[in-house]
């Protein structure tokens, strides 16, 4: 039988849906809700865009429990979101997770948004953090010829420019400087191929930022 068309779920789907959830994993594992009941230690925050495509467990193939999730249009990291930084500090500092992976993908609708000139209303003072990742790399990526080229390269630049501001953060440098062990990571993925690409920005200490940046 062929896949219900994702267009057509309904409210009643949804519903549906959870019961099926729940029969299922059941099945698998009598205990599998009393287990998850009794709390939650994820070793990875994960950072991603809102895309409904592109959902943490299911692309890593991972279990309830396994990953603290945040997401926003196109996974960025702004010093001023106190929804973000929030998710960050009980990550780090409550639940100690070990890797905060920022997780961009390919034909990102936020990033391309950002790339015209065109007004999209409300959403255009979130956009204007990813323009200014334009501006940074602006000579790299007006020598893109492809449109699709330029675009995929500037979600890549969005990610590790993304890192790089959460290596920047209170909340991390804080956790560097206690000596906790936290890893800092950039990932694309792609929903053409189901993909996930590492940037290789991994970082776990302050060491390669610049000194204007770092705590004494």
């Known amino acids: 039988m062929c896949a219900q068309n994702i267009t057509n779920i309904t409210y009643d789907d949804l519903l549906k849906g959870n019961e099926k959830f729940v029969t299922d994993s059941l099945a698998v594992d009598p205990d599998f ?3 998850l009941a009794k709390g939650q230690n994820p070793p990875v925050l994960w950072i991603g865009c ?10 890593t193939n ?3 429990g396994e990953i603290f999730v945040h997401r926003n249009i196109a996974n960025m990291v702004i010093h ?18 070990h890797h905060v992976i920022v997780t961009g993908h390919y034909g990102c609708g936020g ?3 950002a790339m015209t000139n065109n007004e999209f209303g409300l959403i255009d003072n979130w956009l204007r953090h990813i323009k200014d990742v334009y501006r940074l790399h ?17 979600v890549e ?8 501001n959460l290596c920047k953060t209170t909340i991390v440098q804080n956790a560097w400087a206690s000596g906790q062990k936290l890893g800092v990571h950039g990932w694309v993925y792609s929903i053409e191929t189901g993909i996930i690409t590492d940037m290789k920005v991994s970082t776990y200490n302050s060491s390669n930022m610049e000194d204007v940046f770092k705590f004494k």
Not at 50 to 59: G, K, L, T, Y
Not at 138 to 154: G, S, T, Y
């Open 62 to 64: 991972t279990k309830p």
């Open 138 to 154: 602006a000579d790299e990526l007006n020598d893109i010829a492809d449109e699709k080229d330029r675009q995929n390269r500037l």
């Open 50 to 59: 809102a895309d409904s495509r592109v959902p943490a467990n299911q692309i």
């Open 33 to 35: 809700f009393s287990n």
């Open 80 to 97: 001023t979101d106190m929804n973000m930084l929030s998710v960050l500090d009980y990550a780090v500092n409550v639940l100690k997770v």
């Open 157 to 164: 630049l969005n990610v590790i420019e993304n890192v790089y």
């Open 111 to 113: 990033v391309i948004a």
